[in-house]
């Protein structure tokens, strides 16, 4: 159970068999919940396994596009969650993709400002705080180095479609 960090998961379950083994009355009952408890963990490390044999760059960038939205998101956070040293998830991340950490960020922060500022009449002050900017002025000078454009003309260019 400790291999696939099933502990707490599992435990209640564990004692409740092993006090079973110690004090029921019908060895029967006994053995079925032993072989039930055994299928759950065998089931649950399957899926610990998979989960965490993912390829840490699929999962990382997951990851970055599922929390985005936070200003303080940091290569160091992604790392982290993909239980990698920060500079070399980076260097994976340079090989993989041919991009690093901050250009890929900005990528999906900008998806998702384009999205927002087509779909919806939120104020791009607004828009840059939800796509994980704080400063308006750096989100629009970014949005335009990026884009070409700047969130209001992109705006003014897809309200007709």
């Known amino acids: 159970m400790r291999t696939y960090h099933l502990i707490e998961e599992y435990d209640r379950e564990y004692r409740y068999i092993f006090n079973s083994i110690l004090y029921d009355a019908v060895l029967y009952r006994t053995v079925q919940n032993l072989i039930l408890f055994i299928q759950k963990i065998v089931c649950g490390a399957e899926v610990n396994s998979r989960n965490y044999k993912q390829d840490p760059i699929e999962r990382g960038i997951s990851f970055m596009e599922t929390n985005f939205a936070q200003v303080n998101l940091k290569l160091d956070d ?47 002050k607004a828009i840059s705080l939800l796509v994980g900017y704080q400063n308006a002025n750096y989100f629009s000078r970014s949005f335009k180095e990026i884009n070409g454009i700047s969130p209001k003309e992109f705006r003014l260019k897809n309200e007709d479609k």
Not at 102 to 122: F, P, Q, W
Request: zero cysteines; a positive charge; glycine letters at 6%.
């Open 78 to 124: 992604v790392a982290q969650y993909v239980d990698r040293n920060p500079s070399y998830f980076s260097h994976m991340l340079i090989s993989k993709t041919g991009k690093g950490f901050t250009e890929i960020l900005s990528g999906i922060r900008m998806k998702e400002a384009k999205r927002l500022l087509t779909e919806t009449s939120k104020p791009i």
